[in-house]
């Protein structure tokens, strides 16, 4: 049983880790957004295996859910700001 | 110049930062074993008015911090409105949607006090409560509610700082009564703590969903128009 708990523990940091790697190294905003989220519902497992049932709860829901809800509508406004620069504007297209 | 600022000296500072809290874990782990805060803390739990240690830490022993991060989530929220008007909302969700995000949203606000009051002996909080609530707000923001579930105005920013007026109300009382700030007298404790909690249960969910929906709120005279 400990060896088992001892290799989901091993797993769950490396996880964590190629996630947190994936999402600070991913070129588009919303993909690491994306991976932020996944990351912050981990890091909730991890301090609910730590014992820490408060930090878990307070980690899915506001480090998971509502961080993650604010910076996918953050991406979406800076996405929506840079496109009319990087690609003309569609009734420039058509006069 | 970059190439070896992202090459050379980003890992080389991630590793000295790595070194640094592996020497702290080792010092915390075999230093020396005498008397060590936690024990007297815990020891002193049922003093606190709070069975929930970790309730009597952020309510009681350290105060102060709760108050100072009630305070630095209305600056962010202050910040937020000060960037500009907010952008228009989500286009109305269809029937399916609505009709889980009714049954959704009373149930949140069910949990959130239910999170609230249980905070108090076993985990949860005002955080965890306020964030259900704020959760409440997201939601009925993403169905296509333009006011996100938020009240108007005046009512809005009574509750937006709602958890740090409390929180001072207190604290200055109690000095009044000749004590310190926000050290409770031992009978009133918990009654204290639930007050304090439930103004930033309040204060962090309108946060949190006003946030979420962004840009300044609109005046009284100004929402009529479309």
Redesign the interface.
Known sequence: MTTLLAAFDLLLSLTLLGLAVAALTSAEPRRGVILFIAFGLLLALVWARLRA??L???EA??GA??SG??ML?AAR?ARRRRSPETAPRPSEEQP | MTRFVSWVLLPLGLVAIAGVLVWAFYLATTGETGARLADLALARVPETGVS?P?TSVLLNYRAYDTLLELAVLLAALLGIWSLGPA?PGFQRAAEVLQGMVAWFVPLLILAAGH?LWVGAYA???A??AG??L??AG?MLALAGHPSAGLPSEPVLRLLAILGVLVFCLVGLALMVLGLGFLTYPPGMAKWLILLIETGATLAIGVT?AA??R?GRPARASEGAAP
Request: hydrophobic fraction near 60%.
């Open positions: 049932p408060d878990a709860l307070a829901a506001i859910g509502l809800a604010l509508a406004r | 929930n970790v952008a999170m985990p949860g909080g955080f965890q964030a259900l704020g959760a997201v949190l946030a979420y962004g």
